[in-house]
């Protein structure tokens, strides 16, 4: 059986950052699960598939194929054989990846990836309902949370780096979106699993938090 570890947590919690660096760290595969939902909201804009057009998207899920791949030891993403890596964290794609997160048929074939994905190594993947629904028998499950506003503040730093625009205003009230949209879904909400370990990373550095999430891990065995 192979060994998981479930991150879970809000949009900008940092998720994504702390999930590669303590991989690294536990030698454990990281899967970004939100690369996958962005992948597919790429690939609606591309082709002018609405959020409603349940067969359209239903076919979409026929003929898409997602990969991540490291490559000089940072990880890509392909969407049907294209470095999408940029592309899925443009503004475009912000907007409407959290209602692409909520159409069912998405999330069912989605989920359905990740647990073959699980099967085949040691794991560390990160989303919004991993420890809950995804993998509810994780053998380590974390929720990682922060502050509306600290999240906000983080994601635009990182716009910055990747040279996109969006005012503060505009990263805040999308964080909240996204929020109330994962927290309020029908479809697998965000929420902390009861067995979960919550860490609220809003005062701690990126450094401090991998530790962390390192020392809970070992705690259950891996790694030592």
Do not use: W
């Not at 003929?63 to 000089?72: E, P, S, Y």
């Not at 794991?123 to 629904?133: K, L, Q, S, V």
């Not at 949370?145 to 005012?167: L, V």
Request: charged share 35%; hydrophobic share 35%.
């Amino acid at each position: 059986m192979s060994f998981i570890v479930a991150i879970d947590g809000p949009a900008g919690s940092g998720k994504g950052t702390i999930t590669k660096l303590a991989g690294k760290k536990l030698n454990l595969v990281n899967i970004d699960t939100g690369a996958m939902y962005r992948c597919a909201s790429l690939y609606m804009i591309r082709n002018n598939i609405k959020l409603d057009e349940t067969e359209k998207i239903a076919e979409m899920l026929k003929n898409i194929k997602i990969k991540q791949n490291k490559i000089d030891d940072i990880d890509r993403f392909f969407l049907n054989g294209e470095d999408v890596s940029s592309l899925i964290r443009e503004k475009e794609v912000n907007e409407i990846v959290s209602q692409v997160s909520h159409i069912v048929i998405v999330r069912e074939r989605m989920v359905e990836l990740q647990r073959e994905m699980g099967k085949k190594s040691n794991i560390i993947m990160e989303g919004r309902d991993i420890g809950t629904n995804v993998f509810p028998n994780a053998d380590v499950k974390i929720y990682l949370d922060a502050t509306a506003e600290e999240r906000a503040n983080r994601r635009m730093k990182q716009n910055e780096e990747k040279g996109i625009k969006m005012s503060y205003e505009e990263i805040l009230e999308n964080i909240k979106f996204r929020d109330n949209n994962d927290k309020t879904s029908p479809v697998a909400p965000l929420k902390q699993a009861d067995d979960a370990i919550y860490v609220d990373s809003t005062n701690m550095t990126i450094e401090e938090v991998v530790d962390k999430i390192v020392e809970i891990v070992k705690s259950k065995g891996k790694g030592e």
